[in-house]
């Protein structure tokens, strides 16, 4: 379903220096009305669902509801993004609940090394070795033809 | 119009896209590119956190080979791709592929990616390539890996983020960078660069989807990738490959949920409405599609096929049997109660990560129809073609393979180049190396980009750009935006307007000729020479008309292009099909006129647009057996 803003809830992201569900949209969907300072989706009919915007606001303001042509009316799906997990609140059309709270990442946000601390590899820009490889792929050799 | 900025960028190596492809790509890159004084820009339409098909997270790695646990060879892999793919496939970067994406996959461990492990720390398999992870935050982590590697570049590292790149700049037969737009500024883009890697993705909404409404947006495939690695490619005179080759993935209906978990997990059977299974009972049929049909495991266009004959015997709607699968499981702990309910608590919790990592849109379907998998089964169908080239599809770039694992007739100098100089392609973008999925595309990225800096220490000079050929690019490329601000004035509704047609009309209206005429769903995957010729009769008239395309903004301009884009993916494709007078992949498509699979069409179908004389060229290559 369609992500939408509740009014309630958006400030605008008046104290960040972007609008955050407008930086995050990959359809670059949802935008900021800067008269009202709330934001809005501009074309539900393109919106895939993905929740980027709905996890990314720091208010919580934005939610999604079925799309209107085939699912119907009443259940909700609502995320709680932590910076190691995220829990899941599905509630169904009947008003049963469901949580459901799984891991997300195993180290701290921005902290990925690069070469996975399996060193740069042979450093020959010749060879048919990778950056970081054979160790990465825990042998001695790219395998290649026999 | 207002006038539009143009911001020059000079830079060694360009990666366009900043999906699974270019976030491989950007990591190896700025290794080698450190290492030897050289820079290197990426450019994103979006924000790269978050962008491509794996905007939304994953619940599975599909291709992970494990060669060092002896579990399988990578000879295994190319078997298996070949076999899918009908016999189409390129051997030499289906090999080159899986001997380095393990490499891949332990990196994004190390990165952070929780990857599913079993009591003694193996990894948990969903089938015999796939791995389970944890993946809401996948393509965070790898963008993560990658802009971390970037910043090792210091300023000779640039990563641009919603700018929008439409077409290649030349220098005569040699790539000399590309032109775009940013979709937030009234800036124009022009990045002149030695070597460019088109890492753009597939393409969706060529076709008509089963949902029109609201549900437009939910495809199976994301709707923000639009073909624009097949248009740059083409634009460029690159030829291409598999263009025929679309996928039609079997999921659950409507909502697109995956099915892999239900069947490889939970050993879920799929049955018509009457309880007859397909893939048992319509056997004889696959007889008919020998070698392919009779060697485990089935294809999947196969699989697709006999589920819809079942369809047009009137059997429907077929159904994913959880009901029957998780009583059979009950059945095995039936004098273990409170093993079962652990049992079933933990299965549970696997069945809606599945959707909730990656299609939340099911698992907000299921609840809106209080589905309880125990007690009642759940639709899956065929959803509308679309052109993913990592994935079971297989159209792309027609590109060179490694020095050691290529025959002469795949090997032109640089592994992943493209048959125009400097141009490197990756993932969705390179064809008939199909099945490579996420990691594997991650894994490609990183091996053209190695290729790619090679390429410019032998190529080291900077090719020219003609300043006039610029700004006539410019001008087509803003047109769209000075004929809605001359024209909108002429009526008193902006959207009906005989002077102009906007994008989201024109992606309609290429929908319908898709849909209706080059097998899509109305047309049951079905179509012969006259439909064609009809499709190419009116996408004719619809290329003429983009030239009347207008926009009232920055995003409606994107939109413009992306339909243009989609309009030369869909004409390839007609070019494709019409020129192979064969059916091969029949749960793909089918050629009524030809309905057979014939030996002397087990070649590539591959096309090349030719820029000067403005024609297409369809041209067969030979398919060549790794031995
Ligand atoms: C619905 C779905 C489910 C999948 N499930 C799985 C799975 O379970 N396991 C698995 O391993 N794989 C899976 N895959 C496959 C995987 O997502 C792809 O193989 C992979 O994303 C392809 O990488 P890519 O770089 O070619 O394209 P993408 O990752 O899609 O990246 C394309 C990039 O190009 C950018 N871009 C596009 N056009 C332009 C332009 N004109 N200018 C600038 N930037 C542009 C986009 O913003 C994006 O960053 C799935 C794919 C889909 C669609
Ligand atoms: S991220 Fe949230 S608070 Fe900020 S503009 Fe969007 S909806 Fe409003
Ligand atoms: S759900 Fe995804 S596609 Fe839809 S508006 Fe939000 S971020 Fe954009």
């Known amino acids: 379903m369609p992500s939408f803003v509740n009014p309630e809830k958006c400030d605008g992201c008046k104290a960040l220096d972007k609008t955050a569900c407008q930086y995050i949209c990959p359809n670059d969907l949802m935008v900021l009305n800067k008269d009202l300072m709330k934001a809005y989706n501009r074309a539900p009919e393109m919106c895939w669902e993905c929740y980027n915007c709905v996890k990314i606001c720091p208010t919580q303001a934005v939610e999604c509801r079925g799309y209107a042509d085939f699912v119907p009316m009443g259940a909700s799906v609502t995320p709680m993004r932590s910076t190691d997990s995220i829990m899941w609140t599905v509630k169904f059309r009947s008003g049963q609940v469901k949580r459901f709270k799984f891991p997300i990442r195993t180290t701290p946000e921005g902290s990925a090394v690069p070469d996975g601390g399996f060193g740069d590899g042979s450093g020959d820009i010749k060879d048919f070795t990778l950056h970081t490889e054979p160790a990465s792929l825990g042998l001695d050799a790219v395998v290649t033809k026999k | ?627």
């Open chain 2, 1 to 627: 119009m207002q006038n539009f900025e143009n911001v020059e960028i000079t830079t060694d190596l360009l990666i366009i896209g900043g999906g699974m492809s270019a976030s491989g790509a950007a990591f190896e890159a700025a290794y080698w590119a450190k290492k030897n004084g050289l820079k290197v820009t990426v450019v994103d339409k979006a924000a790269m956190d978050r962008s491509g098909a794996v905007a939304m997270g994953l619940s599975a790695i599909n291709q992970y080979v494990g060669i060092k646990d002896g579990d399988n060879t990578v000879e295994d892999y190319v078997k298996y791709v070949k076999q899918d793919l009908m016999g189409i496939a390129r051997d030499d970067l289906v090999f080159s592929i899986a001997r380095h994406v393990d490499s891949s996959v332990h990196l994004f461990e190390k990165w952070g990616l929780p990857i599913w492990k079993d009591e003694n720390g193996g990894y948990v398999h969903e089938g015999r390539w796939q791995l389970m992870i944890n993946g809401e935050s996948y393509k965070v982590i790898v963008a993560e890996a990658a802009k971390n590697s970037m910043k090792n570049l210091g300023d000779d590292g640039q990563i641009l983020e919603r700018v929008f790149l439409v077409e290649p700049l030349m220098d005569g037969e040699r790539i000399a960078g590309a032109v775009g737009f940013s979709v937030r500024e009234n800036k124009f883009y022009v990045i002149k660069a030695k070597a460019v890697m088109s890492l753009m993705g597939g393409a969706v909404h060529v076709f008509r989807p089963r949902s029109t409404g609201e549900g437009l947006g939910r495809a199976w495939y994301p709707p923000w990738n639009s073909g624009s690695s097949t248009y740059f490619c083409a634009k460029a005179g690159a030829e291409l490959t598999c263009q025929e080759v679309r996928f039609i993935p079997v999921r659950f209906k409507d909502g697109y949920g995956p099915v892999g978990a239900w069947f490889l997990l939970f050993k879920s059977r799929a049955t018509n409405a009457f309880g007859g299974e397909y893939m048992v009972e319509r056997k004889a049929e696959l007889d008919k599609w020998k070698p392919y049909g009779v060697v485990k495991p089935i294809p999947a266009n196969l699989r697709n096929w006999l589920g819809m004959m079942d369809i047009n015997d009137g059997l429907g709607p077929i159904y994913m049997r959880t009901e029957e699968a998780i009583q059979n499981i009950a059945n095995q702990y039936k004098d273990d109660e409170k093993e079962f309910k652990k049992k079933m608590k933990e299965l549970e919790a696997e069945a809606w990560e599945d959707f909730l990592d990656m299609t939340i849109s099911q698992a907000i379907l299921w609840a809106a129809s209080d589905v309880q998998p125990e007690e009642k089964s759940s639709e899956i169908a065929a959803a509308e073609p679309y052109f993913i080239g990592s994935h079971s599809g297989a159209s792309g770039a027609w590109v060179s393979g490694p020095q050691d694992l290529a025959p002469a007739e795949y090997f032109w100098g640089y592994e992943n180049m493209s048959t125009i100089k400097g141009l490197f392609c990756a993932g969705d973008a390179s064809g008939a190396s199909s099945h490579k999925f996420s990691s594997g595309s991650h894994a490609e990225g990183r091996i053209a980009a190695k290729a790619a800096i090679r390429f410019i220490l032998d190529n080291n000079s900077q090719p020219n750009v003609d300043a006039g050929a610029v700004e006539k690019l410019k001008a087509t490329i803003l047109a769209p935006l000075k004929i809605f601000e001359e024209n909108k004035g002429k009526t008193t509704d902006p959207d009906i307007n005989p002077n102009y047609i906007r994008p989201k009309m024109f992606m309609f209206r290429l929908q319908k000729i898709m849909d209706e005429y080059a097998a899509g769903v109305t047309a049951n995957f079905s179509t012969n020479k006259p439909c064609l010729d009809r499709a190419l009769e009116l996408l004719g008239w619809l290329k003429t008309d983009s030239a009347n395309l207008a926009a009232e903004d920055l995003h409606e301009l994107m939109r413009c292009w992306e339909n243009i884009q989609r309009m030369w993916q869909a004409e390839v494709h007609v070019r494709t099909i019409l020129f192979r007078e064969e059916t091969r992949w029949p749960g793909y498509y089918r050629r009524a006129d030809f309905p057979e699979m014939k030996d002397d069409w087990k070649v590539f179908a591959n096309a090349i647009w030719h820029p000067a004389k403005g024609e297409w060229e369809m041209v067969k290559r030979p398919v060549i057996e790794l031995t």
